[in-house]
């Protein structure tokens, strides 16, 4: 496995044109790496920091190519094409030369410097309102990168939206909240124990963290996903008015339905589809929980 | 009475029950079918008819058109004036002999409203009056003549409409206005719209399809002045302009299908700067906006003209306007197009009055003959490369770029300047240019300055400017197969030259791994990278100085213009494979826009592509199309999204563009062929996505919310 360069940012994709990950038109840089495992997770290609090998069997053609150039054997299958993940070092030489893009690193080390050329491409279209958004992933599992990177942006005057688990080194927060216009912060679930049991790991951090932005002046907006039986119980709604009750600076609250879709990466990854409908939550449950809101004198996005 | 929106949003409702019954009736074919059950009027009992002039036997089609052609009162309307003729509605002059419409009629022209409303008809008259004096005696006459049997008949329909309307109440108000106009100058809003309206349904009746222009420029004073008496409210204002805009789609019968039944090149401009700077936005262009947003009326396919300094509200009005889809507003970078006009050679108070030709080309509305000339340049570079006296072997990127813009030179000498201007005026042994005899074309000469004064018809010089433009097509795909060309053969060679077109001959056939390469391993034209965007302004560079070369031939100023208008259809099945992985047949990019399937960045990246060459040099335009899901533009994101790319467009210095808001219909496509829809984005729920990354259940959802929205 090789290390990764010094300075840099291991990043899985640099997405323009995005106009639902904060105001106007976005710039999404997607960190690789994430502390959470959430069970319903929508971008599983984010969760590890290592680079890894997506497949699209929909694309391959079967030509061989990458047979020829992988030296640790991790292309096999007798009548369709396979990866032998254990042994598949994500060293990028059958991406190199895959005639069709069935094979793709995903994971790519740039410098700040480097993705701020890309976000600087649409500095016509941002305007007042649009900008750049840290997204994952956990932006700031790579800290150190994240931050140079929002400084770089706050120099070039670009409007910063960071989309965070709230799960992160708290010492970061002093350095960041001055140099992120927006913080998209995922509010999974406010019980604790169930928290635990679907991401692996405790909210009490995450609840710490948003406490600690908050009195250091970040504007934020809670986002909260919805799922049908783990999460979707009145007293979870009441629990996010008060969350977002006591924010000084919350610019509002989105509630976001759980949907099936995620499976098609899980599977270029070669894992199982983790899409489960019946998460889907019913539009009664996602009315009352705006309602509940509502009634706390949330302003719900 | 649901008026449709891509989007579902329920549309406002400003208008009254009356007026909005009108238009659904109107946009339902009521008085389209109407229109096609009298088609045109006959000449066959015409005495001498055989004998006559073609001029002549014009000038008593008109005659007779005015007496015969049907008129139409409807219930309520509040503007009087009808084309009634189905013929019109076909491109023709509507009047028969022996069964086949005598001539073909004018389009690609705004003509000149503005002398109609300030001055009035009797002006147009006392011009010609003095025109004959002048031209008595010479071979111009007869044109002359013409003109002046064209204003006669003019008065003959209005006065038709006079005797219908006068003796009934309910339309007091429209007899009133037409006892003034339009042969006098328009002396209020109402009388403003009348006459407007009325001129250009004449235009319409005898078969030809004007632009009307800057329809906001032209009328915003009488409004703002009637609006400082209290003569007149903003609701009473919106109704009578209303009308306009519905009697506009007295031609809609959904028969016709092929380019879509409602395209007669009715165009309107909206916004940006008068001949002094000074913007022209007013009451006026909120009204436009309030009744597209209402009725979602595409007949008057509508562009706004953008500035740096274009209002924040005035883009947020259009932006939402846009969102209800239909693609029913695009927009000019106005500084962009001025520049190019000055650079061309117009004073600059005359390139700020540019309008269009009824579609996107622009023009000085009332004072130019435009004629356009579509060609596919994909398969001008595929000729020359299957040319037998090149030294494939050796040739370097260079020679082959040069040995293919010699080709076009070549061939646009050979078909534009030798052929096609061959039509339009022969060179005498004085070498001097002489206009042949042309399609007698009198009702339209009436509205462009220069034609009555010189005697000279719209089609024989007589406008002020003369503008003759070769399109160039499959700009995208011959920028992309020299792209390919660059890396496969000379950067990376993976494959030599000669071996490269036996392969394209042979339609990629055995070569699928260097097919699939070529496709997906390098980015072409719309994903913002320069190495192929430069090759793009370079050809485009080169095809404006072609063109210049060609001017003054025959008094033509040619003008240099990129589009396909759909023309990759019926250019399919003549192009050959192409270096960058596509097979013969297939069909290619539209318009500026890039090919199908190769973009792959967004509607950002499109645009920064599509502005870096110098479109300032192309005087006749270059158009961009993007497509947008309704569910990518909802809420206020959205609106802000749609409002930072327009701002981005004009910061660039893109030319035109046309958002277009898409229904589900398109997603149904995009759901079967997906490669051709990669740029199209959705609103998945708290974030965007690809539509075509979706899985099949998503996809299906999606699909079925914009179904449920119709």
Redesign the interface.
């Known amino acids: 496995m090789s290390i990764q360069r010094k300075n840099t940012i291991k990043v899985t994709e640099i997405q323009r044109f995005c106009m639902h990950d904060g105001p106007g038109i976005r710039t999404t840089v997607f960190f690789k790496g994430c502390p959470l495992r959430c069970a319903w997770c929508h971008n599983p290609e984010t969760q590890r920091v290592e680079s890894e090998l997506l497949f699209d069997p929909k694309r391959c053609i079967g030509c061989g190519t990458c047979l020829d150039v992988c030296h640790n054997g991790a292309h096999g299958g007798k009548v369709t094409h396979e990866i032998i993940r254990s042994r598949c070092q994500g060293c990028g030489a059958c991406t190199d030369v895959c005639p069709t893009g069935a094979l793709e690193l995903c994971g790519k080390e740039m410098t700040p410097a480097e993705i701020l050329c890309e976000v600087e491409k649409d500095l016509a279209f941002y305007g007042a309102s649009g900008g750049i958004t840290l997204s994952g992933g956990e932006p700031f599992l790579q800290g150190e990168g994240a931050i140079s990177l929002l400084q770089l942006c706050k120099e070039r005057g670009i409007s910063t939206a960071v989309e965070t688990c709230g799960c992160f080194d708290a010492s970061l927060l002093a350095q960041a909240v001055p140099l992120t216009d927006l913080f998209l912060w995922d509010l999974k679930d406010t019980d604790s124990d169930r928290h635990t049991h679907c991401t692996g790991v405790s909210n009490k951090h995450i609840l710490k963290n948003l406490a600690l932005a908050d009195s250091l002046g970040a504007r934020i907006r809670l986002r909260c996903i919805l799922v049908n039986g783990v999460n979707t119980d009145p007293e979870h709604y009441r629990q996010i008015a008060l969350i977002a009750a006591s924010l000084a600076h919350l610019d509002g609250v989105e509630l976001i339905p759980y949907h099936a879709y995620g499976g098609s990466k899980a599977t270029l990854l070669g894992l199982a589809d983790n899409g489960r409908k019946e998460w889907i939550p019913t539009d009664g449950q996602m009315a009352q929980a705006k309602e509940t809101l509502r009634g706390h004198g949330i302003s719900v996005i | 009475m649901e008026f449709y929106a891509i989007n579902g949003k329920k549309r406002p409702i400003r208008l009254s029950e009356e007026t909005r019954r009108f238009a659904y009736e109107s946009l339902n074919r009521k008085y389209g079918l109407e229109t096609l059950s009298h088609r045109a009027v006959d000449l066959d009992d015409v005495e001498g008819y055989e004998n006559l002039s073609m001029l002549e036997k014009y000038d008593v089609a008109i005659q007779t058109i005015v007496r015969e052609a049907p008129l139409r009162i409807c219930q309520g309307e509040r503007l009087s004036g009808a084309a009634t003729l189905g013929a019109a509605i076909r491109h023709g002059v509507p009047a028969r002999y022996q069964g086949e419409t005598i001539c073909s009629s004018v389009s690609h022209l705004t003509v000149d409203f503005e002398t109609v409303l300030k001055k009035g008809m009797l002006h147009i008259r006392k011009t010609a009056e003095r025109s004959l004096e002048k031209h008595r005696g010479t071979d111009r006459e007869p044109f002359v003549q013409s003109c002046l049997k064209c204003l006669d008949a003019f008065d003959i329909w209005h006065g038709r409409y006079l005797d219908a309307l006068r003796d009934r109440p309910e339309y007091r108000a429209n007899y009133q206005n037409l006892k003034n106009v339009p042969h006098k100058p328009a002396s209020n809003f109402y009388e403003a719209v009348q006459s407007l309206w009325f001129t250009f349904a004449f235009i319409r009746l005898c078969g030809n399809w004007p632009g009307i222009g800057r329809i906001d420029y032209l009328l915003g004073d009488y409004l703002k002045k009637d609006l400082a008496d209290g003569r007149l409210t903003l609701d009473e204002a919106r109704e009578i302009l209303a009308h306009f805009f519905i009697k506009g789609c007295e031609w809609i019968n959904g028969k016709y299908i092929d380019s879509g039944d409602a395209q007669h090149y009715q165009n309107i401009l909206l916004c940006g700067v008068d001949e002094n700077g000074n913007e022209v936005t007013n009451e006026v262009t909120y009204l436009v906006l309030d009744i597209l947003e209402e009725l979602g009326i595409s007949d008057f396919p509508t562009s706004v003209r953008l500035n740096r300094n274009t209002d924040e509200g005035v883009l947020h009005r259009v932006a939402d306007v846009m969102r209800y889809g239909g693609g029913i507003l695009a927009v000019y970078n106005e500084e962009l197009v001025i520049e190019a006009l000055v650079r061309d050679g117009y004073p600059l108070s005359e390139a700020r009055k540019f309008a269009n030709d009824g579609c996107w080309e622009v023009q000085i509305p009332g004072k130019t003959f435009f004629e356009y000339y579509p060609f596919d340049g994909l398969q001008i570079l595929q000729k020359a490369l299957q040319s037998e006296t090149t030294d494939w072997e050796n040739i370097d990127f260079e020679a082959l770029y040069r040995s293919f813009i010699a080709d076009l030179r070549e061939w646009c000498s050979e078909n534009i300047l030798k052929k096609r201007i061959a039509k339009f005026a022969t060179k005498n042994p004085s070498e001097e240019w002489k206009w042949n005899p042309q399609t007698p074309c009198s009702v339209v000469s009436l509205f462009e300055q220069g034609c009555v004064e010189k005697g000279l018809s719209y089609f024989e010089g007589g406008p002020v400017y003369n503008l003759f433009s070769p399109h160039i097509g499959g700009l995208a795909d011959i920028a992309n197969s020299l792209y390919a060309i660059q890396k496969l053969v000379y950067e990376e060679k993976k494959v030599t030259l000669p071996r490269l077109l036996e392969i394209l001959q042979s339609n990629w056939e055995g070569e699928?791994?260097?097919r699939?390469?070529a496709l997906?391993?390098y980015s072409y034209y719309g994903n913002?990278n320069d190495e192929v965007d430069l090759l793009v302004k370079r050809i485009l560079n080169d095809f404006s100085e072609i063109c210049a070369s060609f001017n003054q031939r025959c008094g033509y100023h040619f003008i240099a213009g990129v589009s396909t208008f759909g023309r990759q259809l019926e250019w399919a099945p003549h192009r050959t494979a192409t270096p960058y992985g596509k097979r013969a047949e297939e069909i290619l990019a539209a318009n500026c826009s890039p090919t199908p399937g190769t973009d792959t960045?967004?509607?950002?990246?499109i645009?920064?592509s599509y502005c870096k060459p110098e479109l300032v040099r192309l005087a006749s335009g270059a158009a961009l199309d993007i497509r947008l899901l309704p569910s990518?533009?909802e809420g206020?994101?959205?609106l802000?999204?749609l409002?930072?790319?327009m701002?981005?467009f004009v910061?660039?210095g893109g030319f035109f563009m046309q958002p277009d808001v898409a229904d589900a219909k398109i997603l149904r496509d995009a759901q079967e062929r997906p490669e051709e829809y990669q740029t199209l984005?959705v609103?998945?729920?708290?974030?965007?996505?690809r539509f075509v990354?979706?899985?099949k259940?998503?996809q299906e959802m999606v699909i079925a919310q914009n179904e449920h929205s119709t």
């Open positions: 699928e791994i260097l699939q390469y997906h391993r913002d960045q967004g509607a950002t990246a645009i920064r990518s533009v206020e994101d959205g802000q999204a409002v930072g790319l701002r981005g910061t660039l984005s609103r998945v729920s708290g974030w965007n996505a990354t979706l899985n259940e998503w």
